[in-house]
Nanobody
Framework: QLQLVESGGGLVQPGGSLRLSCAASGFALDDYAIGWFRQAPGKEREGVAC??????IYVDSMKARFTISRDNAKNTVFLQMNELKPEDTAVYYC???????????????????WGQGTQVTVSS
């Protein structure tokens, strides 16, 4: 059974950093594109970054501060978030699809498997 489990969220002050983890089980990362998405209250779920066989892609507005990576031996994908801002506050999800990466608007709809999410709160 394919499963994704996020961890690493929490409360951080503006300017701080967090590293989120997405642990996968039931499948090999190599065969899937793994995306990070986030959803703030009252807003549409939006893409952040994705990593797949073709490399990684980012939403332009987050490229300078966020880095996606993966450890195939641990079957885990990471999202390093630096210089966090209050507007980064959201529930962050990882998701998988057996196709190429996409983080375009509404891309969440083409990902088949989702984790439960981890809350990130940026506040002083």
């Amino acid at each position: 059974q394919l499963q994704l489990v996020e961890s690493g969220g929490g409360l951080v002050q503006p300017g701080g950093s967090l590293r989120l983890s997405c642990a996968a089980s039931g499948f090999a990362l190599d065969d899937y594109a793994i995306g990070w998405f986030r959803q703030a209250p009252g807003k549409e779920r939006e893409g952040v970054a994705c990593i797949g066989s073709g490399g990684s892609i980012y939403v332009d507005s987050m490229k300078a501060r966020f880095t996606i990576s993966r450890d195939n031996a641990k079957n885990t994908v990471f999202l390093q978030m630096n210089e966090l801002k209050p507007e980064d506050t959201a529930v962050y999800y990882c998701a998988a699809r057996r196709s190429v990466c996409t983080v375009r608007r509404s891309a969440w709809s083409v990902y088949n498997y989702w984790g439960q999410g981890t809350q990130v709160t940026v506040s002083s």
